[in-house]
């Protein structure tokens, strides 16, 4: 599947078998919420990120929160880092919206606020409650380093 700003300067591509695994990780957690990490990397020309990996792990889930285990999740991000010689790494997260739409909540939104993120750039994939790869929405956290502030985009599917 492939997803793009409103001003068409960028893409991200998630293969079907990626939305599978979010689907299938949402589904057996529910009624609870889940989440995970999303890997690839970005093309060349740094208009384009493509997902290759999804790391499903979560430390404990509730029926609004979700919280990914930090120590599987950092092992396997440093083995692909390893095996791909630094060319697949983290670009994201994901979870789940078992009770409402894939609309980012307030608390979703804090997640990402300047001091929250390290990365230029993190994705946000949700999940809406139907859970099917329709309900996939797909946002775009991007720092303002000059305006010590956070801009959300909204990606549409193409
Ligand atoms: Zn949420």
């Not at 979700?66 to 095996?83: H, P, S, T």
Request: aromatic share 10%; proline share 4%; with cysteine.
């Amino acid at each position: 599947m492939v997803y793009k700003t409103e001003d068409d300067q960028f893409i991200i591509h998630i293969p079907p078998r990626i939305v599978n695994r979010i689907i299938e990780s949402a589904v057996l957690a529910r009624p609870n919420e889940f989440a995970g990490v999303l890997v690839g990397f970005f093309t060349q020309d740094l208009d384009a990120a493509i997902i290759t990996e999804v790391l499903n792990h979560c430390a404990w889930t509730a029926r609004t929160r979700a919280n990914i285990d930090v120590d599987i999740i950092n092992d396997k991000l440093a083995e692909i880092w390893e095996q791909s010689k630094g060319r697949e790494f983290f670009l994201g997260y994901w979870h789940s919206h078992p009770d409402n739409e894939a609309t980012p909540t307030d608390i979703d939104d804090d997640n990402f606020r300047f001091d929250n993120i390290e990365e230029p750039e993190v994705f946000s994939l949700i999940i809406g409650r139907a859970f099917s790869p329709e309900d996939l929405k797909v946002y775009l956290y991007v720092k303002d380093a000059e305006n010590k502030k956070v801009d959300r985009l909204s990606l549409e599917r193409v």
